[in-house]
């Protein structure tokens, strides 16, 4: 009973693991262009020749520190929310979560072999990327439903309505 009662609750969390992984993935290669763009990809080689030279627990520093910085930004996203300045705060706060996770994706792309030469590190690596997995599996029977009604397939009352709609349009396109 307690098990149902949480489901959508678990379900709501898998959404959001899953949107910051499609940000992850989806950030990677446009920060790959911005690299290519502007002369990071000299920064990136410099960097990764210095992440070679650490060990694996000073990697971690290279890791961990780039964050630092956005930290004050996340702050001033709240700060115009408690003024209730809502727009400029939901920006702010969305510039700082791309801008975090483009530079976490670059710095962690540097650094990846080396921090899963640490145990611990690797440890919780493949347990985040296991629930990755676990959260698209929990997510993936309900996008489906989504795309067949949207696509309109299917018997139930809201296929059934999608369908009434398309043939509304149509008539509408056709009377014109």
């Known amino acids: 009973m307690m098990r149902r009662l949480l489901q959508p609750f678990w379900v709501l969390l898998a959404v959001i693991f899953l949107i910051e992984a499609w940000l992850w993935d989806h950030l990677e290669p ?14 990136k080689q410099w960097l990764s020749e210095r992440v070679d030279t650490l060990s694996p627990a000073m990697t971690l520093i290279v890791f961990a520190v780039p964050v630092l910085p956005l930290f004050p930004l996340k702050l001033i996203g709240l700060w115009l929310l408690a003024n209730e300045y809502w727009l400029s705060a939901v920006v702010v706060i969305m510039l700082g979560k791309f801008v975090g996770l ?14 899963l030469q640490m145990v611990w590190f690797k440890k919780l690596y493949e347990f985040i990327m296991d629930l990755r997995a676990r959260a698209a599996a929990m997510v993936y029977p309900i996008k489906q439903r989504i795309r067949e009604m949207l696509r309109g397939n299917g018997e139930g009352w809201s296929s059934r309505t999608l369908r009434l ?7 509408v396109h056709e009377a014109r």
């Open 165 to 171: 709609i398309q043939r509304f349009r149509k008539s």
């Open 30 to 43: 446009i920060v790959e262009r911005i690299v290519a763009w502007i002369p990071l990809r000299a920064f």
């Open 102 to 115: 483009g530079v976490t994706a670059f710095i962690f792309d540097v650094t990846r072999s080396k921090l």
